[in-house]
């Protein structure tokens, strides 16, 4: 029996830990490479897939995390950004407990005082659906908008976009985010 498309093979460029089905997505991704933090794991596959889409409708990028794969369906302005919220992913996957938990009571404290806006629509539609239960009882609204939140941050520091319509926390907010990956990124994070 053939092996499954998505199998890796030394044919495929790579750029640690990433595997890419076309090379001009390395050329894509190469800027955002030396602005991330240290990423150790297997290696994730990156490749195109045109026409990608979710139960909502079309979307930019999806991550398969048991596959171990990300595909792209976006434009060469928007990948950086969409690159990093989706490694981010991975890393989120791996954070371990504590950082989630750190990371939602951060989410929460912004919540207590007020904050507005976001720095990505994958958290931003899902900040304005939570109510106040879904906080107390961490329920998984809650949960997957804590998520995107914080892919939506790392793509936010990573990718090297100043500025986007989609960067709506106001600056007081960014501060607090960008002091909470300065404590994780201080180690090699997992993928």
Known sequence: MAAPHWRYSEEMPSVAPFQFDDASLIGW?????????????RPIRIHRHPGLRDRRGAVHAGSFLRERRIAFDCARDEFPRIFVHEVFHFVWLRL???????????????????????????????????????????????????????????????????????????????AGRRRWFAQIGRSRLSI
């Not at 800027?31 to 990423?39: A, E, G, K, M």
């Not at 989630?100 to 720095?119: D, K, P, Y």
């Not at 009882?137 to 090297?160: I, P």
């Open 29 to 41: 991704a190469r800027p955002v490479f030396p602005r991330l933090p240290q990423l150790a794991g």
């Open 96 to 174: 371990g407990n504590p950082r989630r938990r750190s990371f939602e009571a951060l989410l929460a404290g912004e919540r207590a005082q007020g904050a507005r806006g976001e720095l990505g629509w994958s958290a931003e539609w899902r900040k304005a659906a939570l109510d106040p239960s879904d906080v107390r009882r961490r329920t998984r609204r809650w949960r997957e908008y804590c998520c995107e939140s914080f892919c939506d941050s790392a793509a936010w520091l990573f990718s090297g976009r100043k500025t986007h319509s989609e960067f709506t926390l106001s600056a007081r907010f960014r």
